[in-house]
Each structure stands twice: as structure tokens, then as C-alpha cells.
């Protein structure tokens, strides 16, 4: 008996840049650990890669709230001081750097598709750990452990 036979998609080998893997640094909605924004902005420093700064943001899902733009608050300016600073400091000193603020109503898939398009060499994954739900923490690290295809490193 035949049975249809379903191939894998293949990866466009000609859109890849070979050498230019960025470092990713990511969060969720909270500030950075220090040891973490540290580790990723040294990382591109001695390694030469451009730094994407990522901080995915939960938006509610409703008719409201997209029509109104209810849930398109920006953080207060003391968080957004410390959402910058990496950033800032890896373009002080010489880095590439893309600062990004992913809204979506699943921000842990959200985050996955980010890294998924982007393919960094590297993902740090550091939210703050006192600002975050420690079972949201948990629920991101395994998922991020699961399916992210490069090398993680999480606050632990």
C-alpha cells in the first residue's frame, strides 16, 4: 500500500548569513536581571554580533481593548529606563543593536516565533526574577528548553 509522504520544509540556505548570528537578550514585560544584560551585551561585544533586545509584552485580546488601544500602555519610565540600559550600553560600546517590544495576546509563542525568524547563536533569557510570577518563569524556561533551536541561557 502507498501512503502519501509529507517532506520537511527546508530551510532557504541562500537567506542565511553565514557568521551573523546575533545574541538575543529577552524578557517578559519586567525588567532585566543584571547578570543576564551583562552576559548578553559582553557576548556581543567579544564575539562581534549585533544584539537584538527583546521585551514581549501581553496584550489583552478584545474588542475594546483593540479598538481603543486600552492595552497599549507604555511600561512606566522607571522600568523603561531599565528595559533601555542594555541597549544602550552594547551601542555604547560599538554593538549593533535592535530594540524590540513584541505586544501579543500569547507572549510566550510570541517570543518562540521571534526567535524562530531572528535565529540568534544565542538567547538570554533574563527577566528579573523578583518581578516575575515564579510559574511563569518556570512555564517560559521549559518551553524555551523545549523548542528554541540555539543555545539558551536562563537566570537560574
Partial sequence: MLSLRVSKPRDDVSSVSYGMSPIMLATLEVPFD???AALAVDTAV???QPLIVANVVEIPLGPMCLLMGYGDLEPPEAEAVGLRAPAELAHSLGVQVERLRVKSPH???ALL????ERRPGLLVFGPDRLRLRPRAYRKAAKALRDRAACLLWLSE
Avoid: F, H, T
Fill in 46 to 48: 567579544e564575539s562581534g
Fill in 113 to 116: 516565533e521571534l526567535v524562530a
Fill in 34 to 36: 543584571p547578570a543576564a
Fill in 107 to 109: 507572549p510566550l509563542d
